[in-house]
């Protein structure tokens, strides 16, 4: 069964460095997101990308944050300046745009921000 | 705004025993609803979904839900637990927006199954 991929599936950075998170999503899958969970919080939805854009976002996407599909196969979702509240597991997933409302999600990048 | 609020965030049930997880949604659209499980280590896996046909929806491994307009619950349930089944279950919503998929979770929900 396709999946989405992610890597890495630990990360541990220093506050302040920038960290790039990689996503594989299914290859005929044409909308992109990323999710993200704080240790003891819900999944949060961070943004939505479909046609090279970033098509919805929420609050906590802020200017920090950012991605892009590099090559038409990679997701990435980047940081540029890692504060100690961006430790989380953050999660891709890929949607087909028929067959709608079903997200195929990835196992999950942990971040931890020391 | 919608959302989704599960009661218990740990739930413990023996084995062979009915599995009841809770899930009330806020939704000002008639909502689509869906049950994810994580299992240790692994991403978030579809288990069922409610798109407004039948009330009461099958999913994989032996669970079911059944969305109650009445009492805004979309409960997840399984008669009989197996050990297989300990996990994390997360409970989300979303509206009808096929052009723009957005999940709302609700906190989630540990099962453990006891031998």
């Known amino acids: 069964e396709p999946e989405v991929t992610q890597t890495p599936s630990h990360q541990v950075t220093q506050m302040g460095q920038e960290v790039i998170l990689r996503c594989v999503p299914i290859?005929?899958?044409?909308?992109f997101y990323w999710y993200r969970q704080i240790l003891g919080q819900k999944v949060e939805f961070l943004v939505s990308?479909?046609?090279?854009?970033?098509?919805?976002k929420s609050e906590i996407f802020d200017d920090q944050f950012s991605v892009e599909r590099p090559d038409g196969s990679n997701f990435t979702l980047k940081i540029r300046s890692t504060k100690l509240e961006d430790s989380a597991m953050y999660f891709c997933a890929s949607r087909k745009v028929s067959g709608a409302n079903v997200l195929t999600f990835g196992a999950g990048s942990r971040l931890t921000v020391l | 705004a919608q959302s989704v609020t599960q009661l218990g965030s740990h739930v413990s049930v023996s084995e062979g025993a009915l599995v009841l997880l809770r899930c009330n949604y806020s939704?000002?659209?008639?909502?689509?609803l869906f049950w994810y499980v994580q299992y240790p280590n692994q991403g978030l896996q579809l288990l069922l979904k409610?798109?407004?046909?039948?009330?009461l929806v099958k999913g994989i491994n032996g669970f079911e839900a059944e969305f109650k307009k009445s009492e805004t619950s979309f409960h997840l349930t399984k008669p009989s637990a197996h050990m297989s089944d300990a996990a994390e279950y997360f409970c989300a919503v979303s509206d009808q927006d096929f052009g723009n998929e957005k999940l709302t979770f609700g906190t989630g929900t540990r099962l453990t199954i006891i031998p």
């Open positions: 939704s000002s659209v008639p909502p689509y």
């Open positions: 990308f479909y046609n090279n854009e970033i098509s919805e």
């Open positions: 409610y798109t407004s046909a039948a009330t």
């Open positions: 290859s005929n899958h044409l909308y």
